[in-house]
């Protein structure tokens, strides 16, 4: 067992459920526009999105590393009667082998070391043409979390684009995603950085590169309005 494996394994044993079980609100008002056709769900979880997905039209299939979060996300397809293939793998070094419509990568992070980058390059060439890769994600860290003064002196330095955080607990946040470590800081790509270090060259034509905010609540029910970044773009 790898230690991302071992590392979420754990994580998703710490209760019955660990995420809403709604689907990311980014991800339902920016695909819904979408015609439906064969969807990835990286980093899927407890497989909220994936089902929001299936239920829509869309062939799916989820992909994460913990497979206890797998197994409650097929049990919870197989309650709805909906044909979803669920995929037990690291995506580190998992390579899809079919290709698809719509790649989604929703809050992607983790404090377990993990190309990111490289994963989500590999991911969109399995898009094809006229497809669409979704990303969402946190540019700045929930300000319960214990590194929202890393990331607040992060964006001094670097601008007010991104900032860095490893973990969350915002209980809409469904993917669990894997993240990548940067020295010892968890960064966290503001829209137009997060397009930039893709570098996925001019067959892709940027649609949404942009910052959402939405209302949130903390582990011990903070209120917050948290910002997330928000990056579609289309194979030409």
């Known amino acids: 067992m790898s230690d991302a494996e071992e590392f979420w394994n754990e994580r998703y044993a710490e209760r019955e459920r660990i995420w809403s079980g709604h689907p990311n609100q980014a991800l339902v008002d920016?695909?819904?526009?979408?015609?439906?056709?064969?969807?990835?769900?990286?980093?899927?979880?407890?497989?909220?999105?994936s089902i929001w997905l299936a239920e829509q039209g869309w062939t799916v299939t989820g992909v994460d590393v913990s497979e206890t979060a797998i197994a409650r996300a097929q049990a919870e397809a197989e309650h709805r009667d909906l044909p979803i293939t669920w995929v037990a793998a690291d995506l580190a070094t998992w390579v899809p082998s079919e290709k698809f419509d719509l790649?989604?990568?929703?809050?992607?992070?983790?404090p377990i070391e993990f190309?990111?980058?490289?994963v989500l390059r590999r991911a969109a060439d399995s898009i094809v043409s006229?497809?669409?890769?979704?990303l969402v994600g946190h540019a700045e860290p929930p300000p319960w979390s214990r590194?929202?003064?890393?990331?607040a002196d992060q964006a001094e330095i670097h601008g007010d684009d991104?900032?860095?955080?490893?973990?969350?607990?915002?209980?809409?946040d469904d993917g669990h995603g894997q993240g990548h470590r940067h020295g010892q800081h968890h960064v966290f790509l503001g829209p137009v950085q997060e397009l930039e270090s893709?570098?996925?060259?001019?067959?892709?034509?940027?649609?949404?590169?942009?910052?959402?905010?939405?209302?949130?609540?903390?582990?011990?029910?903070q209120q917050a309005v948290l910002r997330d970044s928000v990056v579609l773009v289309r194979r030409r």
């Open 147 to 151: 590194y929202a003064e890393e990331a």
């Open 115 to 118: 190309p990111r980058t490289e």
């Open 162 to 172: 991104h900032a860095g955080d490893d973990e969350h607990d915002d209980e809409h």
């Open 130 to 134: 006229g497809g669409h890769l979704l």
């Open 103 to 110: 790649v989604s990568a929703c809050f992607l992070h983790s």
């Open 30 to 49: 920016t695909v819904s526009p979408l015609a439906p056709g064969r969807a990835l769900d990286l980093g899927c979880g407890e497989g909220a999105d």
């Open 198 to 221: 893709l570098d996925l060259g001019e067959e892709w034509e940027p649609l949404t590169v942009e910052l959402r905010e939405r209302p949130a609540t903390g582990p011990e029910g």
